[in-house]
């Protein structure tokens, strides 16, 4: 069971769950909930997977019973049953994927929307419900409909029929299919019409939905990016926009999450720009209130810690073995590789997202190395080393025989431990680590390589440094 509390920054597991076990019955206690929010469940079971969303308030006592479908019982059994009545598949926004024309997708998503706000109104007036239900949850219908036409579903699912939301809305729409001819879209017709006042709204910054157009129509809609480079100029409209507009609450969250995007995509690592978003974090780390906020601005600074120096000695001497069982150090793989860029692709043969990206960006790995001076360098984690052999195999037609590494003693390994300043259980695959031709760190977190503008945008960087 997971239970994601979206009061945290983008969404994360309750901490300090309390849980319970009796025969047939599992008792989970949320000690967070101080006020009513709208929490998301996953569940997963030998042969299911359950998925919804729930409205509680504190002192909710809920009792969920799975046996193919969820049910939901207890004293305000309408509150918790609504997002499974209204959607019980939770697929309605998957199945309307963005096909190249704008106007069509609007319009559908507009209906989906209409459909989804009749069912709404009609389920307030038949169930007994509070006025927070009715305000939380009609927001969230609201919000979901903004973020959805923000961030087309243009992102097939694998393994599913349905699309996942693009959050990179140019990404998404320029993606081989628009037709430009048509001329460049006009926004501000295209998106629902929204005033500031919309979003300053401090008792929604619970809300998953909410929080995410908040973002999407600063950068697209109100600082009226036509095109979005990561850039210093984008960066200071929209931080200017920010702190002129919002106050409180939004405004931590709206400047916390600005950094983050920024930074994901390569803004700050870079010589001219790190001094600049060094600052920032500075600032931003002694203002903001929410803990969860304060320590994503936290992992940036420690990434951008990493960044300017060469690997510590310990770290050098992590043990590597290579597929006809040699063992080398990371100090003899940057010595192999010695004068170029290096790419370090942590990756492991259980890990779907590391697949797709190696499948996704063979000709751009191909056109980078064509130039001469950058190595792609596969280090795995898979424990299993005949796991590692037989996801090679697979993945032969997207991948080069040389630099393919499987990390030996992972438990104790230095240089998981010094990306994540030790904290071994907060190390994320697919991970991308750049290293220059001086063997110095230029990126301990890079965007990921599917990302390609932001990505080819960090290697100019390292190039020129």
């Not at 949850?137 to 029929?161: D, H, R, T």
């Not at 999450?257 to 790190?274: E, N, R, T």
């Not at 992972?410 to 998981?416: R, V």
Request: proline share 4%; net charge neutral.
């Amino acid at each position: 069971m997971n239970f994601i509390n979206y009061s945290y920054f983008n969404g994360a597991n309750f901490d300090g769950v309390l849980k319970e076990n009796n025969q047939d019955t599992v008792s989970f206690i949320l000690k967070e909930i101080n006020q009513p929010q709208i929490l998301e469940i996953f569940s997963f079971g030998d042969s299911a997977f359950y998925n919804t969303r729930i409205f509680i308030s504190p002192g909710d006592t809920i009792l969920m019973s799975l046996n193919k479908e969820i049910d939901f019982t207890g004293k305000n059994a309408a509150h918790y049953n609504f997002f499974i009545a209204l959607d019980p598949q939770n697929n309605t926004w998957s199945m309307n994927p963005f096909k190249g024309n704008l106007k069509d997708y609007k319009k559908k998503s507009r209906a989906i929307f209409e459909k989804r706000m009749r069912f709404f109104n009609r389920y307030i007036t038949e169930n007994a419900v509070s006025k927070d239900f009715i305000r939380q949850v009609g927001n969230e219908l609201k919000f979901e409909y903004l973020y959805n036409l923000m961030a087309p579903q243009s992102i097939p699912i694998e393994g599913m029929n349905g699309f996942a939301n693009n959050p990179d809305f140019f990404d998404a729409i320029s993606s081989g299919f628009y037709n430009y001819r048509e001329g460049f879209p006009d926004l501000k017709s295209y998106f629902e019409p929204m005033k500031v006042s919309d979003f300053n709204k401090p008792g929604l910054m619970n809300n998953d939905y909410f929080k995410r157009s908040l973002v999407s129509y600063i950068r697209y809609y109100f600082t009226g990016h036509e095109y979005l480079s990561y850039s210093l100029d984008n960066f200071k409209d929209e931080k200017t926009f920010i702190e002129e507009n919002f106050t409180g609450a939004v405004r931590e969250y709206a400047l916390t999450q600005l950094i983050h995007d920024y930074y994901k995509k390569g803004f700050g690592q870079g010589k001219s720009d790190k001094p600049l978003v060094e600052k920032f974090l500075q600032e931003q780390v002694s203002k903001v209130s929410n803990l969860s906020y304060k320590e994503a601005l936290n992992r940036i600074k420690e990434d951008l810690a990493l960044s300017g120096f060469t690997l510590p000695v310990k770290v050098s001497l992590d043990q590597f073995t290579t597929t006809v069982n040699d063992t080398l150090t990371l100090s003899n793989i940057l010595k192999n590789t010695k004068n170029k860029i290096r790419v370090l692709d942590f990756w492991a043969g259980w890990c779907a997202p590391c697949i797709t990206e190696m499948k996704k960006t063979v000709e751009l790995r191909n056109d980078l190395k064509a130039s001469g001076d950058l190595e792609w360098v596969f280090i795995s984690i898979d424990h299993n080393k005949n796991n590692w052999l037989k996801s090679l195999r697979e993945l032969k037609p997207f991948l080069p025989d040389g630099h393919q590494y499987r990390m030996l003693n992972i438990e104790k390994s230095e240089i998981l431990q010094y990306l994540t300043k030790g904290e071994r259980e907060t190390f994320m695959i697919p991970r991308y680590v750049i290293i220059d031709s001086n063997d110095e760190v230029i990126s301990s977190n890079a965007p990921r390589p599917s990302d390609t503008e932001a990505f080819k945008k960090l290697i100019n960087k390292t190039k020129t440094k």
